[in-house]
């Protein structure tokens, strides 16, 4: 968002220049005005927004925030709400329905016509984070015994309104799927081709109940533009665009990433989050985590005698237990990743162990030999405790890489997330371990 | 990938069976063809792979695996390579040859034509993760005196070859870009309609040096197919496609999680990065983070006299450290990820503050009151020392947040990489000011 801008426009309105400011915003991309418009003064900017050519001003409305959706809405007259609603893709006004309270999504759905009701009540009603809820119905469908100049017809005559119109459909007479055919294959087809020999028949779809997360895998994977989804009976029902991909890919790095942090997934971004919500996400989280740490504490009284015996072993336990915690998250976070971009197999599992326990053992020594240095010349500590930080420290960074690997991998076997299995649980299970491992070598080199 | 059709595709080629092999792989998408003949010994796939119909295996061959490239190259004849390169799109063909050896590109570039060959360097040289680096010079150009027809003859004509076609870029006699101008567009104007007067001239596009991040980003706010990508006269020299920016988004997630997690970010895939690359991504940050962790040996020791007066608080230590910890990445973390998804600006960081603040002091009162109850009922500590851990608790949590969401910010307005102010550095941090925090008010409270 180009903040300059913003106050440009915001020094035109204050004059008052209404259609100075119009003009301004007509001149930019519609998504770029919309993150203007999202930002104006709720007073205003509708008297702005009436100002706009229609056609801009109704694609300028699919990319703005709900909360300025909402202010628009309350502020048209029913003839404006018409025209906006008339240009909105379906797959758009569903998610604007979604973020409105109920008295506005009466009203919205009293304003289209009962066929687009009728289908956008058909949207919202599959589950969240399903095929079915975000796809569009707006494609172009064919039937097979078209020849190409039909095809470009039917293109031309019903595109204007379609979500894209590069990949057509062909269906039969019961919306089955029968082939896609691509507006680049018909171009380069002979006119008087038909649509039954050239098509593709091959053709890959999900289901209007397959997870988002796994149609936008899909997309990214064929490098397609877009994905037919088809209800129980193998009918067409709609198609999901690469760009609703891409906005699910986005959300799901969110969520992992949220999840990661101990965090549960939010729908909404930061800003537009309440104090109250951010609490809830957060403290169910940081009281498990903070119970599971008091295990941690059991342990550290339970070898009271071997600490008073060597009160220097104290100074070394959070060190010891950052370094675990931070070698195991590492190990944790990449098969995370990993799991989720669909890099690894079970089959892998032995390999993986494999892998970490040399880094392990690489990491770990490393971590040794220079904490050693630093042991016996800059702290000046007796060679018995510094032999036993070194050693639990390359054994703490092996058990670490080999459970934060393990876990995730565990977790997705047993049908949990595995994100939950990164750096917070990772860090006090590995805490708790590298505890016992710090008192039992000291023991076993101090004979305490 | 499939792992029962690739045992049974195994077994068929067992039995020596090569022409149903390829019966198999040829009814698949390319894509997962390709991830079948990635995993199949490399002593049979090239047989496989010339079984394949022409056009077929040249798109395959684009989906594999480096390994599997370099395999075929290898088995290829001098005719073979030909006709494989000459299938391939320049930017496939560049992705192929940045992860060839040196003797295997040279033969590459031997076999492609000269002008190819010149188009291959220019990308090759362009800096890494540039806009030139990812873009690709097959598209469509059109003039902008051309009528409708002309056009559509001009992309039926050169169309076969282009990555897409439904963007077409219109450009003058030095290249410089006019404008451009859709198939849609296309489809829907009268045919005697002159390209100049129906362009859209307000066009989006990068330049050669533009990080692809900010590209991907581009494509996903524009919701575009495709970005034109111009060098420093202006002139138009590629495009970047929807499918490239979606790999790249995903890159940037990845290389996002991998620096909250202290590791420095890899190029490759989990499995294909060796045991010492690994090391080499994580050791730096294990030394610097233990070193950094090291000053809570320091502050635990100067604080001696507090913990021999009443040992039970050593228990408590990791407790407190934890929390802290966790509860300053939850904050960090969504504000890194708020950051790179672009929905915070500086003017936010007011309210941002008074946000984490007040969410903060939510989650440490909850957290305070728990540990309280737990304390007195379960641990039976005293009534002073469990006031001192809760109320340590609430302020460790309050300083946490507002660590973890102003380093983020901070280290981005320094133009530094917000993702390093990850979970580990605020953890290091917090848990230094924790036990300051924690010592002074059992000073204070306990009187010690």
Known sequence: ????????????????????????????????????????????????FRLLPKEFAAELFAYMEPEAQETLISAFSDRELDEVLDDLFLDDAVDMIEEMPANVVKRILRHVDPDTRKMINQVLNY????????????????????????????IRRTGVEKETIYTCYVTDSRRK?????????????????????????????????????????????????????????????????VDDAIDVLQEEATEDIEKMAAISPSDKPYMRTGVFSTWKKRVPWLLILMISATFTSSIISS????????????????????????????????????LSLGEIRYADVPRILLKESSVALLCGGTLAVCSFVKLMLVDRVAVGVAAVVCLTLAVVVLVANLVGSTLPILAKRLGFDPTVMASPFITTIVDAVALVIYFNIAKLLLGI
């Open 127 to 154: 589950p969240k984070d399903s095929a079915g809820s975000i796809m569009t119905m707006e494609y172009v469908d064919l039937k097979r015994s078209m020849t190409v100049e039909q095809a470009f017809e039917r």
């Open 1 to 48: 968002m180009n903040e300059s801008l913003l106050e440009q426009l915001e020094a035109v309105l204050a004059s008052k220049k209404y259609a100075d400011a119009a003009q301004m915003v007509k001149e930019l991309n519609p998504a770029d005005a919309a993150a203007l418009m999202d930002e104006l003064d709720p007073g205003k900017m509708p008297l702005l």
């Open 303 to 338: 070898y009271e005698g071997a600490l008073a015996a060597s009160v220097v072993l104290t100074n070394f336990i959070p060190m010891l237990m950052d370094t675990g915690g931070n070698s195991g998250s590492q190990s944790s976070i990449t098969i995370i990743r990993s």
């Open 177 to 241: 799927l029968e082939g896609i055919i691509t507006v680049k294959d018909l171009l380069l087809a002979p006119k008087d081709a038909v649509i039954r020999d050239i098509m593709e028949t091959n053709v890959k779809y999900v289901t209007t109940h397959t997870d988002q997360e796994e149609v936008a895998a899909m997309l990214s994977h064929y490098d397609f533009l877009a994905l037919p989804v088809v209800d129980a009976e193998e009918c067409l029902v709609g198609i999901v665009t």
